[in-house]
């Protein structure tokens, strides 16, 4: 699919907004696996899950598995993998350390032990190199586990080696063709960092058409940002917010898209909303990015108490960077200097 012609990425979103929140392969009866006797064949109902695409209901299925069989290791990594994908070291590394605990309990430590161990040392500056260097090795050798070559293409993005994580994802991908979104947006992620932004959009295209999510839109939307194709982009974010209405992110990338047109009315709209979404929601959120794109917007439209009042906003949140708190006060302070000339 060549996207470079603005037609076919508007006819493509037009397949999107006829979609469903539901993956291609999800279907609306029930499609409970049968309890498993075993933990391999536990491991084998969650792989097959896993590979039509299902990330969500694996990971659930996973949880059950890993209370049912708590002393297998393979379950437990395939779960701390699961998790890892989509959420804050700080909530994945509890499951890693799981995993390293069954290994130090055991005789002979299972492989899935170390995994997790030199996943868990990527947190750690010291040590981070070293611990990729030796997932490297396992991915790369007689390990022919797709949840190591999998923890190694997320291990290749947190250090920010694109080339290696586009192989990694590209590989397991090969091994799994219907993998779950987080997989194939992993791969598009790669592409993108590597300034490949046409292909990664082909990718983004199909993972939106496949599985709808805010998340999914998020990212199609920023690609196309990252082109300049700021009208498309603010179609993708519209059709975010008129799906899920409820996540911030959507009106957020709305807020983004209409700052590029030049609209700013739409823009605050949009960072407004998103800040009033994200104030009651669970959805993962950059307050922080959002207050200051709210506060530049107003800035350039010359409103500059408004503007202060956002920048002050960021410099106290409790999630802003040092660099962050820095920088909104010294904007803040520039904003209101602004005013005083104006006045």
């Given at each position: 699919m060549q996207v470079r012609n603005g037609f076919i990425v508007v006819a493509a979103l037009g397949l999107i907004s006829g979609s469903t929140a539901l993956p291609v392969h999800a279907s609306n009866h029930s499609d409970k696996p049968m309890a498993a006797k075993t933990a391999a064949d536990a491991y084998a109902a969650a792989w097959n899950l896993w590979n039509k695409g299902e990330g969500a209901k694996t990971e659930e299925l996973l949880k059950k598995q890993a209370e049912q069989f708590p002393q297998d290791a393979a379950l437990g990594l395939f779960l701390a993998a699961s998790v890892a994908s989509h959420s804050p070291?700080?909530?994945?590394?509890?499951?890693?350390?799981?995993?390293?605990?069954?290994?130090?309990?055991?005789?002979?430590?299972?492989?899935?032990?170390?995994?997790?161990?030199?996943?868990?040392?990527?947190?750690?500056?010291?040590?981070?190199?070293?611990?990729?260097?030796?997932?490297?090795?396992?991915?790369?050798?007689?390990?022919?586990?797709?949840?190591?070559?999998?923890?190694?293409?997320?291990a290749a993005e947190r250090m920010e080696k694109p080339e290696l994580a586009e192989g990694a994802f590209s590989a397991l991908l090969k091994k799994a063709k219907n993998a779950p979104a987080v997989v194939r947006q992993g791969y598009a992620d790669s592409l993108e960092a590597q300034g490949k932004h046409f292909p990664a959009l082909e990718h983004r295209l199909k993972i939106a058409a496949q599985e709808s999510t805010p998340w999914t839109l998020h990212a199609l939307s920023a690609n196309l940002k990252s082109l300049a194709r700021y009208s498309e982009a603010a179609r993708v974010a519209s059709l975010s917010t008129q799906q899920f209405p409820g996540a911030p992110q959507g009106w957020h990338d709305l807020g983004i898209a209409a700052t590029a047109l030049h609209r700013p009315e739409l823009a605050v709209r949009g960072y407004s909303k998103a800040a009033q979404i994200a104030q009651t929601s669970s959805e993962k959120f950059d307050h922080s990015a959002n207050l200051l794109a709210w506060a530049s917007c107003l800035e350039s439209q010359k409103k500059y108490g408004e503007a202060a009042q956002k920048y002050r906003q960021l410099a106290a949140f409790q999630g802003a960077s040092a660099e962050q708190v820095r920088t909104a006060n010294l904007r803040a302070r520039a904003a209101e200097l602004a005013g005083e000339g104006t006045n």
């Open positions: 070291n700080s909530q994945s590394d509890a499951y890693f350390s799981r995993v390293v605990e069954l290994g130090a309990k055991a005789t002979n430590p299972a492989p899935e032990s170390l995994v997790a161990q030199y996943f868990l040392h990527l947190s750690d500056p010291d040590s981070a190199n070293e611990a990729f260097a030796h997932l490297s090795e396992l991915a790369k050798g007689g390990n022919k586990s797709p949840v190591v070559l999998w923890l190694y293409a997320q």
